[in-house]
């Protein structure tokens, strides 16, 4: 497979989420590069970490469209949850001694690009309608940016 490159049909308009998607695609394109040194030492940090900044920026999103009041966000929070047990269950199978590495990040780049064409494209006017709207009524220091703290540190 090769290395993946962010298409412009992938922006939601909302520069922190796509900055968090270019990160996970950057990741995928970390996992090709590890995979290819045959060092599963590299493989297996690649997986752990792709795993837990997408789990990290599934809170974030979510916590996003709830304080937007998107009415799809329980639906969407569940999607979340299935594919964090789907790689769960890889990262399980790689720690077993499976070399799950190009099912992975076959699936991975599948789902993701799928998930931000759909789904996330769907939440965004929602988002940025109550993200400026928050960012009218709060000029320093807004929501996003407290969060992004919060959460990513």
């Not at 520069?15 to 998607?21: F, K, L, M, N, R």
């Not at 329980?74 to 190009?102: C, N, P, S, W």
Request: one cysteine or more; aromatic letters at 10%.
């Amino acid at each position: 497979m090769a290395v993946l490159v962010w298409q412009d049909d992938l922006n939601t308009g909302i520069d922190v989420i796509d900055h968090q998607h270019m990160r996970i695609v950057e990741m995928l394109n970390h996992l090709h590069a590890a995979q290819t040194s045959m060092h599963r030492l590299a493989v297996a940090e690649v997986i752990d970490e792709l795993i837990d900044y997408t789990m990290s920026h599934f809170a974030f999103e979510e916590e996003l469209m709830e304080e937007a009041g998107y009415p799809f966000c329980a639906a969407h929070k569940r999607v979340h949850e299935i594919f964090g047990k789907r790689v769960l269950e890889y990262r399980m199978r790689f720690q077993a001694g499976e070399d799950v590495t190009d099912e992975l990040r076959n699936m991975l780049s599948r789902w993701l690009f799928n998930h931000i064409r759909g789904d996330d494209q769907a939440y965004a006017p929602a988002v940025k309608a109550h993200l400026n709207k928050f960012a009218r009524e709060h000029e320093q220091g807004g929501w996003v940016s407290r969060t992004v703290k919060r959460l990513f540190g």
